[in-house]
């Protein structure tokens, strides 16, 4: 069965710090990873997504096969990074239909 | 477009009382999932729609049944509520059901069970 596991419940970094949030996963298909954001009082929300590489808000993800890891980075911290941070991964459930498991994210707070 | 919208926001039950929690989509999508989500914990994937007039288990249905009549609702219901129940109930839909396809969320439903 698929797993995926982001190992701090809480991640604290001053304003300008590089951020990297974790997250390793367990699934013995092809992987199709991505980062999900809450930011307060707001829905759930798409960040980014391994098969479109793209950078979104200075935050990028680099699927790594062989740690089996999917980590996000952003070189310099702001403010309005603040939120909670859930990864997930798309796995196969059959008859045409995917599900997306997720961890149960890291709370990143941005320090002024 | 509002997107996908949850009704109620808020609800209370006791112990074997029964409710249902509507889902409604108006971007055409295929796809519906309700999700739950407990403190400390991920989303967890209850049930999923892959069309009208189709639902489909996901990680944990027990306690929980649904319909999708309409291609727009998805509907979550609980038939005698448990205190295991309490939770924060998400619904999301997508386009099609691959992973090149976005889920978009609805705003949560909390839900206590006393």
């Known amino acids: 069965a698929q797993r995926v596991t982001q190992p701090e419940k809480l991640l604290s970094v001053f304003k300008g710090a590089p951020v990297e949030l974790k997250c390793n996963y367990s699934y013995s298909g092809s992987p199709e990873l991505f980062w999900y954001v809450q930011y307060s009082r707001q829905r759930l929300q798409l960040l980014l997504r391994?098969?479109s590489r793209e950078s979104i808000k200075g935050f990028t993800a680099d699927l790594n096969k062989g740690e089996t890891s999917f980590h996000l980075k952003k070189p310099f911290a702001q403010e309005e990074d603040s939120a909670m941070y859930y990864c997930a991964l798309s796995s196969y459930s059959g008859a045409g239909s995917y599900q997306l498991t997720f961890g149960k994210g890291t709370k990143l707070s941005v320090i002024p | 477009n509002a997107g996908v919208t949850q009704t109620p926001k808020f609800r209370v039950l006791k112990t074997g009382q029964s409710m249902t929690l509507l889902c409604a989509q108006d971007m055409n999508h295929e796809y519906m999932y309700w999700y739950r989500q407990d403190p400390g914990m991920g989303l967890r994937l209850i049930h999923y729609?892959?069309?009208?007039?189709?639902?489909a288990k996901g990680e944990v249905p027990d306690g929980y049944n649904v319909s999708r009549l309409k291609k727009q609702n998805f509907l979550l219901g609980l038939e005698s509520a448990a205190p295991s129940q309490t939770s924060v109930y998400f619904c999301?839909?997508?386009?099609?059901?691959?992973?090149?396809?976005?889920?978009?969320f609805g705003p949560g439903t909390r839900l206590t069970v006393l």
């Open positions: 391994h098969i």
């Open positions: 999301a839909s997508s386009l099609g059901g691959g992973p090149v396809y976005e889920q978009f």
């Open positions: 729609s892959v069309g009208e007039g189709t639902t």
